[in-house]
């Protein structure tokens, strides 16, 4: 059982920036694609961004050019820099690991990390 344990939110104006960070432990040889998905109050949970093994990147349109997803594959941590960031971006940001490109459905699951952005 992979377990995912996210970092990094928290209360940022418009405009400003942050970074996520996600560890796995445990089975990590099931965490092969990372990722990022969020859910803001009264909405469906959205794909943010996904990084696989060998470096291959997804965004959600809304996020492209304004968010960077990498992984440090060494020490099984994985972040997200958000930059930009408006509103809009205003979720509770989950960590997602599974063991295929390109994770529809993740196998496993952070607690999730409140951003929060003030206008």
């Known amino acids: 059982q992979v377990q995912l344990v996210e970092s990094g939110g928290g209360l940022v104006q418009t405009g400003g920036s942050l970074r996520l960070s996600c560890v796995a432990s445990?089975?990590?040889?099931?965490?092969?694609?990372m990722g990022w998905y969020r859910q803001a109050p009264g909405k469906q949970r959205e794909l943010v961004a996904i990084?696989?093994?060998?470096?291959?990147?997804n965004y959600a349109d809304s996020v492209k050019g304004r968010f960077t997803i990498s992984r440090e594959n060494n020490k099984n941590i994985h972040y997200l820099q958000l930059n930009n960031l408006n509103p809009n971006d205003s979720a509770v940001y989950y960590c997602?690991?599974?063991?295929?490109?390109?994770?529809?459905?993740?196998?496993?699951w952070g607690q999730g990390t409140q951003v929060t952005v003030s206008s």
């Open positions: 445990n089975n990590i040889i099931s965490a092969n694609v």
């Open positions: 990084i696989g093994g060998g470096g291959r990147t």
């Open positions: 997602a690991a599974d063991p295929t490109y390109p994770m529809s459905t993740p196998s496993y």
